[in-house]
């Protein structure tokens, strides 16, 4: 006697390049998972976390006056995927997830959070039986001196 | 005495679905009834009430509550006998087509409820999480929301190991009962517990089937489509990467083995082959996680995964205790509020109204 709904599973087997493989928390409490891969663009946000001026007695030798306090540091990874529209359907949650965490090792499973930038997004019209959809996730600050 | 007059649990596909999104509200409604009026009737000028319980620190001056479905009336009490109240004659009174009861405002003096909220742990234990405290209205009645308490034991983060077929989550939900205790003067009840319910890391969305209840994801033995807790229509297995599918493993599971059923197929739909596992009957109860089989030959391309009941009755139905409380089936709260009915009184004079049975 069937107890639940017959759910249907794609298996993807297909080799990947540069994979990032996230699982996040959807409204329901329930765990989805994708593997992002081929493009993915790195870039970093810092800030300055402030700087002062010291007293130089010698200006020949002095190396100069402004010396930082610390520093800000926040790596972004953006992914995207090229999909059909029913997997849009589940992957757009991924936007307003409380909690999405990146694989960082699989024996053991090892997870890190990460934070998906907020914001608003156009994700596809209607005719589109395959849209791209584009995420920026913020990563862990870099621990800096200060 | 307390009573729970309304509790969320409701009726889905003929099974009782005790599972609520504890991100919305989780309420309970609850009635005080200090005594029931047996009878009610006029003599002379005045209106005798029977009741079936009259404590000695009910006096003549003070105001009781009399309580009926749809109405409260304040009475002042002119005198007492034995288990017999008797207040100022009033017409409307014989009007009400309606049992009732009596709250002794006046005499029970501070009363409130005190609701003690406990999850159940990984070891099947009773934990208490907190204490509510609350008062009631007119009509006796007082709502008791419990979800405030219940988030605290969620966590967001992925705790699954991806080791094991169906493994419990405790993080992403657990079950809870309540007890319910009432207090006046030096008084101070016994508790009472509730039955066990359940809770899950969610949230249900406007206008979705059940309200605050998570009742479509509640696998039930009456009914075949009870869903996965996942927002894909079909959910993508990358191979080699950890992956599994969040169901609820609920309580009316209890007494079966289930097992994980899976039919792969191949690019054109052919089904390559059958697979059936038994699943964990120890994790239920809870929000779980389940596993894929996994290791697919390359021509794989989709299967269908499900869980069906084996038919076979185990032997951990209803064994297992909640801190010495029982599962579901060996107590239960009263749902629908009892109204003790009130009689004639055998030779009672003249003017008597017909009380509804």
Same mark, same amino acid.
């Given at each position: 006697?069937?107890?639940?709904?017959?759910?249907?599973?794609?298996?993807?087997?297909s080799?990947?390049?540069?994979?990032?493989?996230?699982?996040?928390?959807?409204?329901?409490?329930?765990?989805?998972?994708?593997?992002?891969?081929?493009i993915?663009?790195?870039? #970093?946000?810092?800030?300055?976390?402030?700087?002062? *001026?010291?007293?130089?007695?010698?200006?020949? +030798?002095?190396?100069?006056?402004?010396?930082?306090? +610390?520093?800000?540091a926040?790596?972004?990874?953006?992914?995207?995927?090229?999909?059909? #529209? *029913?997997?849009?359907e589940?992957?757009k949650t991924?936007?307003?997830?409380?909690?999405? *965490?990146?694989?960082?090792?699989?024996?053991?499973?090892?997870?890190?959070? #990460?934070?998906?930038?907020?914001?608003?997004?156009?994700?596809?019209?209607?005719?589109q039986t395959?849209? +791209?959809? *584009? #995420?920026?996730?913020?990563?862990?600050?870099?621990?800096?001196?200060? | 005495?307390?009573?729970?007059i309304?509790?969320?649990?409701?009726?889905?596909?003929?099974?009782?679905?005790?599972?609520?999104?504890?991100?919305? &509200?989780?309420?309970?409604?609850?009635?005080?009834?200090?005594?029931?009026?047996?009878?009610?009737?006029?003599?002379?000028?005045?209106?005798h009430?029977?009741?079936?319980?009259?404590?000695?620190?009910?006096?003549?001056?003070?105001?009781?509550a009399?309580?009926? &479905?749809?109405?409260?009336?304040?009475?002042?009490?002119?005198?007492?006998?034995?288990?017999?109240?008797?207040?100022?004659?009033d &017409?409307?009174?014989?009007?009400?087509?309606?049992?009732?009861?009596?709250?002794?405002?006046?005499?029970?003096?501070?009363?409130?409820?005190?609701?003690?909220?406990?999850?159940?742990?990984?070891?099947?234990? /009773?934990?208490?999480?907190?204490?509510?405290?609350?008062?009631?209205?007119?009509?006796? /009645?007082? /709502?008791?929301?419990?979800?405030e308490?219940?988030?605290?034991?969620?966590d967001?983060?992925?705790?699954?190991l991806?080791?094991?077929?169906?493994?419990?989550?405790?993080?992403?939900?657990?079950?809870?009962?309540?007890?319910?205790?009432?207090?006046?003067?030096t008084? @101070?009840?016994?508790?009472? &517990?509730?039955?066990?319910?359940?809770?899950?890391?969610?949230?249900?969305?406007?206008?979705?089937?059940?309200?605050?209840?998570?009742?479509?994801?509640?696998?039930?033995?009456?009914?075949?489509?009870?869903?996965f807790?996942?927002?894909f229509?079909?959910?993508?297995?990358?191979?080699?990467?950890?992956f599994?599918?969040?169901?609820?493993?609920?309580?009316?599971?209890?007494?079966?083995?289930?097992?994980?059923?899976?039919?792969?197929?191949?690019?054109?739909?052919? @089904?390559i082959?059958?697979?059936?596992?038994?699943?964990?009957?120890? $994790?239920?109860n809870?929000?779980?996680?389940?596993?894929? /089989?996994?290791?697919y030959p390359?021509?794989?391309?989709?299967?269908?995964?499900?869980l $069906?009941?084996?038919?076979?009755?185990?032997?951990?139905?209803?064994?297992?205790?909640?801190?010495?409380?029982? $599962? $579901?089936?060996?107590?239960?709260?009263?749902?629908?509020?009892?109204?003790?009915?009130?009689?004639?009184?055998?030779g009672?004079?003249?003017?008597?109204?017909?009380?509804?049975?």
């Open positions: 006697m069937r107890v639940t709904e017959k759910k249907t599973i794609k298996v993807d087997g080799c990947k390049s540069s994979p990032v493989y996230v699982s996040w928390l959807n409204v329901y409490g329930g765990r989805e998972h994708w593997l992002f891969d081929k993915q663009t790195k870039s #970093i946000v810092t800030q300055n976390g402030g700087s002062y *001026e010291s007293y130089v007695s010698n200006i020949t +030798t002095s190396r100069g006056f402004r010396n930082e306090i +610390t520093k800000v926040r790596p972004l990874l953006s992914v995207t995927a090229m999909v059909d #529209i *029913e997997d849009i589940g992957l991924i936007l307003y997830s409380v909690n999405v *965490e990146m694989l960082v090792s699989q024996n053991p499973v090892k997870w890190q959070t #990460i934070f998906p930038q907020v914001g608003s997004f156009r994700i596809n019209d209607t005719k395959k849209a +791209t959809i *584009e #995420i920026t996730f913020e990563l862990a600050d870099i621990n800096i001196q200060g | 005495m307390i009573t729970v309304q509790d969320p649990a409701i009726l889905v596909n003929g099974r009782m679905s005790k599972w609520f999104p504890v991100h919305q &509200p989780i309420s309970f409604t609850l009635q005080r009834r200090d005594a029931n009026s047996t009878q009610r009737y006029k003599v002379g000028n005045e209106i009430f029977k009741l079936d319980q009259l404590p000695s620190s009910v006096k003549a001056g003070q105001t009781v009399y309580v009926t &479905p749809s109405v409260t009336i304040n009475l002042v009490v002119k005198s007492i006998t034995g288990l017999y109240l008797k207040v100022a004659f &017409p409307y009174l014989l009007t009400i087509n309606a049992k009732g009861f009596i709250n002794f405002t006046d005499a029970f003096i501070g009363h409130y409820i005190e609701t003690k909220v406990s999850y159940i742990d990984a070891t099947l234990t /009773k934990i208490l999480i907190g204490t509510v405290k609350t008062k009631t209205d007119s009509f006796g /009645k007082s /709502k008791v929301s419990v979800q308490l219940l988030k605290t034991r969620c967001n983060s992925n705790q699954f991806y080791n094991a077929i169906n493994k419990k989550q405790l993080n992403e939900g657990s079950g809870f009962i309540l007890d319910f205790r009432e207090a006046f003067n008084f @101070v009840s016994a508790y009472v &517990p509730s039955n066990s319910f359940y809770f899950a890391n969610g949230s249900k969305q406007l206008q979705e089937p059940n309200g605050y209840n998570m009742g479509e994801f509640v696998p039930k033995l009456t009914f075949s489509e009870n869903k807790l996942s927002v229509k079909r959910p993508t297995y990358f191979v080699g990467y950890p599994s599918l969040s169901f609820i493993y609920s309580d009316l599971l209890s007494n079966f083995q289930i097992q994980r059923k899976e039919q792969t197929k191949g690019i054109n739909g052919a @089904v082959a059958n697979t059936t596992y038994n699943i964990f009957g120890a $994790e239920r809870n929000v779980n996680r389940l596993m894929l /089989k996994q290791s390359s021509t794989v391309k989709t299967l269908d995964v499900w $069906e009941s084996s038919g076979i009755q185990t032997t951990w139905n209803r064994t297992d205790r909640y801190g010495g409380y029982a $599962e $579901e089936g060996t107590f239960r709260t009263l749902r629908t509020f009892d109204y003790v009915a009130e009689e004639k009184r055998p009672n004079d003249a003017f008597f109204t017909r009380i509804r049975s």
